[in-house]
């Protein structure tokens, strides 16, 4: 695994991943981007297109570790842009997308080109937006937006500073505007990658490798639509060090994979989103909640409910923890922490939600959950942890290898 730090829409995100791991996949599966849509994985149809450093690139082909440094926005990233706000009313206008699959892809590029066309009028829409593929629309409502929002003239032309930012990745958007042949510069057909400056020390805290955490998960049972669990896992630190973060519902939300709160906790209230993904099955659970804690006993209970609109699932529960001494091989100090965690899942969602694969899902959640936590104490001014990826194809074969290990040990009267 390879430490990157980086920015995404305007945060600052440190994370590990693999060096094979595609920007896409990164965006998708580990900060929950699912604006950014997979089609071909070989840089031909364009629906991943998202902006590098000013420049639009093709995220499939674009290696994550090459971007560390770099500044990504995502079509999640541009709510607040003139220019992509106009390009989104023409394309509704002018039926510039039907089955949707194409289009952030394709705003992006077209964001891109209204820029690209205030420089020079002359670049014809189709030909710059042949690299983006739509089996849909027939392209002429497209390329009708596009040119409507370009005779608006939202964009000035650019400054001589525009492509001051360093080369990232190996699809650097536009080409850069070839120099004017001089006796000591000839020209060249493409610029040279700038050198990449030193990197300056974060202000924000080093990145920090994650090391493992043990998690064990107890049997689960099934009580008048109650399905209930317990977790356990041991930090090494601290029970005080540790009842500081996680008496907190604020700082250590962004520990769990997949949640994110609305706001501050108000009287003891909670508003957020759990984002959930377990291979082909995308959920987005919008709720409320509430939490107490005894300081004295270092415990905690919150209670949650919420619903996915997209699919009519509804999922309510309660997690509550404590914190207890013990004792690590390596550590001074250590903190037990017990988890139990109790929930009801109605709609089409219930009958994976009773799967004997959720033992192995949670115990990988929990893990994640625990090495965030980890993380976080180890650096308190560390960078933002990226949420680690709740659900995807990769969690969800981890869990059915898991399962079928523990089949063929049972089969082989070696485990039970």
Known sequence: MTTITLEVNGREITADVSPRTHLADFLREQLLLTGTHIGCEHGVCGACTVEMNGAIVRSCITFAVAC??????????????????????????????????????????????????????????RVEMSGNLCRCTGYSGIVQAIDTVVSENLVAPPSAEANSEPWFGPAPGPSAKTATPTASAPASPRPAPAAKKPAAPKTSGPAIARRPIKVEVGDLTVADGVTQFTESFTLAHPVATVWELMRDPEKIAPCMPGLVLDGPPENGALAGRMEVKIGPITAGFSGSGSFRRDDDAHAMAL???????????????????????????????????????????????????RSDIVKDLVGRIGEAFAQNVDIRLRAPDAAMIAPAKLGGVSLLLGALGASLRRAILRLLGRGS
């Open 68 to 125: 560390d440094g770099a500044k990504i926005r995502t079509i999640e990233g541009f709510d607040e842009d003139p220019v992509m706000t106009r390009l989104r009313g023409a394309f509704s206008a002018e039926h510039a997308l039907q089955c949707g699959y194409c289009t952030p892809g394709m705003l992006v590029a077209a964001r891109d080109l209204v820029h690209r066309k205030a420089e020079n009028p002359a670049l014809d829409t």
């Open 303 to 353: 209670e949650a409910r919420g619903n996915d609109r997209k699919s009519g699932s509804r999922v309510s529960g309660e997690i509550s923890y404590r914190l207890t001494p013990a004792s690590l091989p390596d550590a001074a100090e250590a903190t037990r922490v017990d988890c139990t965690i109790a929930y009801t899942l109605q709609g089409p969602l219930a009958q994976f939600g």
